[in-house]
């Protein structure tokens, strides 16, 4: 069993910065892929970021490209999400995901982002 914890949500105009975060439990968070999903109210949770196990490769949705920025340290089993030039339709609720090496996958709480006009 894996615990995630996300933390770093808030409110911020559209512009501004936040960085999130997400901790693992346990001590083989080296051994996981990893990343960022984001869920409106009615709406299917989507893809948003996600990071190979030694950090070399990354990659994005479409819609975050050159503003946000996914990075881990496996040291402290923790991944981030920079998330920069916000924009009112990021807005959601983040969701830190990690997929074992056995192909099980677990997810965080989520920690709510939103982004005023």
């Known amino acids: 069993q894996v615990q995630l914890v996300e933390s770093g949500g808030g409110l911020v105009q559209a512009g501004g910065s936040l960085r999130l975060s997400c901790n693992a439990s346990?001590?083989?968070?080296?051994?996981?892929?990893t990343g960022w999903f984001r869920q409106v109210s009615g709406k299917e949770r989507e893809f948003v970021a996600g990071i190979s196990r030694s950090g070399g490769v990354k990659y994005y949705a479409d819609s975050v490209k050159g503003r946000f920025t996914i990075s881990r340290d496996n040291a402290k089993s923790t991944v981030f999400l920079q998330m920069n030039s916000l924009k009112p339709e990021d807005t959601a609720v983040y969701y830190c995901?990690?997929?074992?090496?056995?192909?099980?996958?677990?997810w965080g709480k989520g920690t709510l982002v939103t982004v005023s006009s």
């Open positions: 346990g001590r083989t968070f080296r051994t996981y892929r």
């Open positions: 995901w990690v997929r074992t090496f056995y192909a099980r996958d677990y």
